[in-house]
């Protein structure tokens, strides 16, 4: 495409107006914006040179494994001209291919000469030939771009973004759902999230203990309040203390249980609970001046959770005053 099209940014051949954002321009958008494990579509496309005339020298992925001005940004900025093709550079001196330089003005940093040894280095059996270049595109750069090969490696970047840890859970209102959902990814109005978004915030200090900042994996694993809180939640459970470092290691904490999946769907609708029971404390901590209890958050944790149980799965006949001793006693 690049080969074709004259490359990034220079889509200019085609009846395009930049003023109306049609499908076109839509699309190359897209797929420039578009990184799968880091890379663009433009970094998988690489050259085998052959005349060296449609190949840049500085921007295109030919030699080595990475642009050279990445490779040597130093040179880069001595550069008379940017937009050089391989063959500009790399001429046939009657003994042999040589790398011809067009600078500013002469080497004179310890960078630049070092950068000039790689040169020497790298491009030390580069040469050119009549034919034309050829351009391949993929991870190991060796095959021919095709529709397929391009629609799999966008369904696999597809796949990475889809990769959390939280299931929606068919027990839970979806407000909790949607929470949860949330607070993995750091979306929820934490004080840093507020101040990264620059809300004037004067203390970012955690509103349930006072004892660090206030982020996602403070208020869900590090604070004390929580931690008080999961001590019970796991004792309740029966399933030992409650392993968390992070919010995404809440959401396998239903693994601790090796009671099958009826019991791991039961723990993880109690972390739901639990998670968005902490934030609802600290909600009106904040907002009412309220001043919770680790007894007040577990109270909430067993009764709610018993409500949509009996409500929305097959356990319709549970008992509270079992329940509230073990929420796994029916099973
Ligand atoms: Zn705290």
Known sequence: MEAVHGGRGRWGFLPLNLRFKGSWFSLVKEVEKRQVNGKSFFDLLSAKVRNG?????????????????????????LEKDKQC???????????????????????STVEEISEMQDVDFLLNNSSLSSEVDRWFWGEDGNEPMSVASVKKWIRKGTEVLRDHSMIWESWVPN?????????????????EALIRIHVNIQDDSCALCNSAT???????????????VWSAVGIWCDIGPVMAFDFIDLLHVQDQSHRGKWAQKIIRVIVYITCWVVWKLRNERIFQGANPKVVDAVARIKSWPFLWLKNRSKYTCIEWKDWGRNPLYML
Do not use: Q
């Open 53 to 77: 005339l449609t190949v840049k020298f500085w921007s295109d992925n030919w030699v080595g494994l990475t642009v050279l001005k990445d490779r040597w940004p130093k040179l880069y900025c």
């Open 85 to 107: 093709v391989v063959a500009d550079r790399l001429i046939w001196d009657g003994s042999m291919w040589r790398f011809t330089p067009n600078w500013k003005h002469g080497l």
């Open 175 to 191: 407000k909790v759902n949607l929470f949860i959902w949330r607070a993995e990814m750091d979306r929820i109005p934490t004080k």
């Open 214 to 228: 206030e982020n996602v994996m403070h208020l869900f694993t590090g604070c004390y309040f929580a931690c008080g």
